[in-house]
């Protein structure tokens, strides 16, 4: 298994790297950020499950690191991380039933040709 909290300490600095070769790019990733955070509708703690169940979904070990550590940070239980990851799996799995109908339906375009 990875070493997360190595993993996310060399990430921190890797990022730091970006920042100053491309500052422009941090600022427009924080500007992103920001303007998500400006309506308060949602608290942080539940912000920070769905952006678990995001970064598994797109694969992104840096956005699971470090939004596992941001959810602790408001309180986020081992169940509660448990739970947003159960969504997760849910809905890429439905998305895979649903894209499946689109391989069915390119068969039946193929054969008919």
Same mark, same amino acid.
């Given at each position: 298994?990875?070493d997360?909290n190595?993993?996310?300490?060399?990430?921190k *600095?890797a990022?730091?790297?970006?920042?100053?070769l491309?500052?422009?790019?941090?600022r427009?990733?924080?500007?992103?950020?920001?303007?998500?955070?400006?309506?308060?509708?949602?608290?942080?703690?539940?912000?920070?499950l769905?952006?678990?169940?995001v970064?598994v979904?797109?694969?992104c070990?840096?956005c699971?690191?470090?939004h596992v &550590? #941001? *959810?602790?940070k408001?309180? *986020?239980?081992?169940?509660e991380?448990?739970? #947003?990851?159960?969504?997760a799996?849910t809905?890429n799995?439905?998305?895979a039933l649903?894209? @499946?109908?689109?391989a069915l &339906?390119a068969f039946? *375009?193929k @054969?008919?040709?």
């Amino acid at each position: 298994m990875l070493d997360w909290n190595d993993y996310q300490t060399q990430l921190k *600095a890797a990022m730091t790297e970006v920042a100053h070769l491309n500052p422009e790019i941090i600022r427009g990733y924080r500007g992103l950020s920001e303007a998500g955070a400006k309506t308060g509708l949602l608290d942080p703690k539940t912000k920070e499950l769905i952006a678990i169940a995001v970064g598994v979904t797109r694969q992104c070990d840096g956005c699971i690191v470090t939004h596992v &550590d #941001a *959810a602790m940070k408001h309180g *986020a239980t081992k169940e509660e991380i448990t739970e #947003a990851l159960s969504v997760a799996i849910t809905v890429n799995a439905g998305a895979a039933l649903v894209y @499946s109908t689109r391989a069915l &339906d390119a068969f039946k *375009a193929k @054969s008919s040709t």
